[in-house]
């Protein structure tokens, strides 16, 4: 019995090479999906530059993408990408790493809503996976128009960016992550373009697409191998250390998802434990929040694939957004409670109806979005002049 398990097993060394080959996949992938938007022409980024103008509608492009592809790390390594080439400006891209952050929250209300005939344990599931969205929602409530007026976490993020490629060199043409992660987006390039003889636009459609199954393969199969690798040691962690303190719960969010390169296997793995009562709501919410922090690595890795600082400029905007969520809710005990207490709150509605529930995914996640799209115009105009910045 042994031995065949031993052989079902891969060894670590294989484990460790099929890693390291993901991990090139994913940055080669980036690489390619931003050679294909500077194939599709000025026409493709006017209209991107367009949908992306209104901050609402592209916090629902983020939305909506992470969503659907169940991964925020897939988003933000496309708006690492289409800044990187150009398509659209580092300002448009912040709203759309913001809606990232509130689209993965999806995933905790689905495990969630695995508990939904069970009347007691659903309202603790439920407000388990809502405090995520509370906390999420609240912070780009407070950061959007700071944001919109200031633009401190662009310029915070540029001065970043540039500093570190003067300390690091990451940039020059000649850096040999950036040569090597280059060359299949080249060699496809040629095969469509010189060989097949496909026009610029239809071979850039083909390398975006290409490059987003690649990012989607890559992705599943690195989380896989990291999640399999820390689930034993997990458990330890869990019991020994997670819930001493807030800040000790946060931190060990941040290195779990750091190291899986998912905060849905994260978020997700909290939701059980709440549940059945092994942990409560406050010890669970740092964890979440460091959870956000985590996923910020997967947009760094994919800039550095890149090799420029604008890239590495809107991943360092998605880091320093949850860091800023962060500082806003973790250090003072009552304002941490709020998303918990809302999401609490929600929860007991569930025991009402379960039609509470429906009603707030579908004002999340459609309604709210579509009424900041057609007033966010109005916003401005009313409260334009207590700033004197300008508008997007």
Not at 250 to 268: E, I, N, R
Not at 291 to 308: C, E, F, P, Q, S
Not at 357 to 369: E, H, K, R, T, Y
Request: aromatic fraction near 12%.
């Amino acid at each position: 019995m042994t031995l065949q398990r031993y052989r079902r097993e891969p060894s670590s060394l294989s484990q460790g090479v099929l890693l390291a080959a993901m991990l090139f996949v994913f940055m080669s992938s980036v690489n390619m999906m931003g050679s294909g938007f500077g194939l599709l022409g000025e026409g493709f980024a006017r209209m991107l530059l367009t949908l992306t103008e209104n901050p609402f509608t592209g916090i629902l492009i983020g939305m909506v993408m992470t969503a659907v592809v169940q991964s925020s790390s897939m988003t933000t390594s496309m708006a690492v990408a289409m800044v990187s080439e150009g398509v659209i400006p580092i300002d448009n891209a912040v709203p759309v790493v913001m809606g990232a952050n509130v689209g993965t929250t999806i995933t905790c209300i689905l495990v969630a809503l695995g508990y939904v005939g069970r009347r007691g344990r659903f309202r603790r599931a439920f407000a388990a996976g809502t405090m995520h969205d509370f906390f999420n929602v609240l912070t780009v409530i407070i950061l959007l128009p700071i944001e919109y007026y200031t633009r401190i976490l662009r310029r915070s993020a540029v001065w970043m960016a540039d500093h570190f490629a003067e300390f690091t060199h990451f940039s020059s043409a000649r850096s040999p992550l950036r040569i090597v992660t280059g060359k299949p987006a080249e060699w496809l390039r040629y095969m469509l373009i010189d060989t097949v003889g496909l026009s610029a636009r239809a071979a850039g459609i083909v390398m975006i697409v290409v490059a987003l199954l690649l990012l989607f393969v890559s992705l599943y199969y690195m989380t896989r191998l990291l999640k399999g690798f820390m689930a034993a040691r997990m458990s330890n962690i869990l019991d020994k250390y997670l819930f001493r303190n807030a800040v000790t719960a946060l931190l060990v969010g941040v290195v779990f998802t750091a190291a899986v390169q998912s905060s849905s296997v994260t978020t997700g793995l909290v939701v059980p434990l709440v549940t059945a009562g092994v942990l409560t709501h406050v010890q669970a919410f740092p964890y979440t929040m460091g959870a956000n922090l985590g996923t910020t690595v997967t947009g760094i890795l994919a800039a550095l694939a890149r090799g420029d600082t604008l890239g590495l400029s809107i991943a360092f905007v998605h880091m320093l957004f949850n860091m800023s969520g962060v500082a806003i809710f973790l250090p003072i005990k009552r304002i941490r409670h709020i998303p918990v207490s809302l999401a609490l709150w929600l929860a007991n509605l569930t025991l009402i109806s379960r039609w509470y529930a429906v009603g707030f995914i579908l004002i999340m996640f459609f309604v709210v979005p579509f009424i900041g799209i057609f007033g966010w115009r109005w916003f401005v105009g009313v409260f334009g002049t207590m700033w004197s910045g300008q508008g997007l």
